[in-house]
């Protein structure tokens, strides 16, 4: 397979994954019938799409229409966090769909909208890209809000097809979480809980991408109710449970709990996709491109899909990286 053919697999492969994700979280779509295998994270999949989705409007546009109607459930604490520093994000991009929710939907998304704005003025480019051939850049009605972060696109009208997340599906589980305890680090907590038999406070931080102190408080906080107990040990070293992690199951009717790290899976293929995007690439022999991608194995990613959770990401690494469109087209 050249490597051309096998950009234009993962581009496709990439994309599903959005549309599969997104359509379980309540974006109209085809293809979340049944429940999905994983819980999902909505902040890791907005700062990925910020990025992927400029390859497809319908779903850009879709996505910006779905917050409007699930905003209120988005931590923009951790998302931020993820913005300033995730190579899966595209920054300005994450900044146009929060200058539009800033515009319609209150004061929530307005600073985020403020902090991403581009701090040069350079001249404006396509919003939404080609694979093979370059973005046209001409519109008919162009939208004030992209100009401001440096795009020319259409202006942006919201579809309004969407619909409240779903609560007959696991994968948007930590949503329903945060309809129980607040967008506090509470729901992250308690979702990695039912994920561990025990954790300490640095491992909760890890994987929910909250700081160790909000981990604390949280903790602190589960602990005066009935349903975290802590393990006394050494400073920073006491052990949390959930008390009765099979009845709280029960009560949540999930089918499955597992949550991933998406954050660390979405930015290692983010990593993968700029990489294979590249277009000095194309040229390139097979040989040459293969120790591309094991140099970015070396240097980016190392072990992440091995620990990361994401059962059919696991084995990925240089030599099977010709599975990886396969791969992600199994991830539901």
């Known amino acids: 397979m050249s490597v051309s053919d096998f950009k234009r697999r993962v581009h496709a492969a990439l994309l599903n994954l959005l549309w599969r994700q997104?359509?379980?979280?309540?974006v109209p779509g085809h293809g979340a019938g049944g429940q999905g295998a994983y819980v999902l994270d909505p902040e890791a999949l907005l700062a990925f799409s910020s990025r992927l989705a400029r390859y497809d409007q319908r779903l850009f546009d879709l996505l910006i229409d779905w917050l409007r109607i699930n905003g209120d459930y988005i931590n923009i604490q951790r998302l931020k966090a993820s913005a300033l520093k995730s190579p899966s994000v595209d920054a300005a991009a994450l900044g146009a769909i929060a200058a539009h929710l800033s515009a319609t939907c209150g004061r929530k998304w307005q600073k985020l909208a403020n902090d991403l704005l581009p701090a040069k003025n350079a001249p404006p480019t396509p919003l939404f890209l080609h694979l093979d051939s370059p973005a046209g850049d001409f519109v008919r009605d162009?939208?004030?809000?992209?100009?401001?972060?440096?795009?020319v696109r259409n202006l942006y009208r919201p579809p309004g097809k969407t619909t409240p997340f779903p609560l007959n599906d696991g994968a948007s589980l930590l949503l329903q979480l945060r309809g129980m305890f607040g967008l506090s680090a509470r729901a992250e907590t308690v979702l990695i809980l039912?994920?561990?038999?025990?954790?300490?406070?640095?491992?909760?931080?890890?994987?929910?991408?909250?700081?160790w102190k909000s981990i604390q408080d949280a903790l602190t906080e589960l602990s005066a109710s009935p349903l975290v107990v802590s393990h006394s040990g050494a400073k920073r070293g006491s052990r949390f449970a959930l008390k009765n992690p099979g009845k709280f199951r029960a009560l949540l009717d999930a089918q499955s709990v597992l949550f991933p790290d998406w954050r660390r899976v979405f930015d290692a293929l983010a990593v993968l996709w700029t990489t294979i995007a590249n277009p000095r690439l194309t040229s390139l022999s097979e040989q040459t491109f293969n120790s591309e991608i094991k140099r970015v194995f070396a240097d980016a990613i190392g072990e992440t899909f091995l620990h990361a959770g994401v059962s059919e990401l696991k084995y990925l690494s240089p030599a099977s990286i010709a599975e990886l469109p396969a791969a992600l087209d199994r991830i539901d």
């Open 194 to 211: 039912l994920n561990h038999d025990s954790c300490k406070i640095q491992d909760i931080a890890d994987l929910s991408g909250f700081a």
């Open 142 to 151: 162009q939208d004030p809000l992209a100009l401001r972060y440096g795009f």
């Open 22 to 26: 997104w359509t379980r979280l309540g």
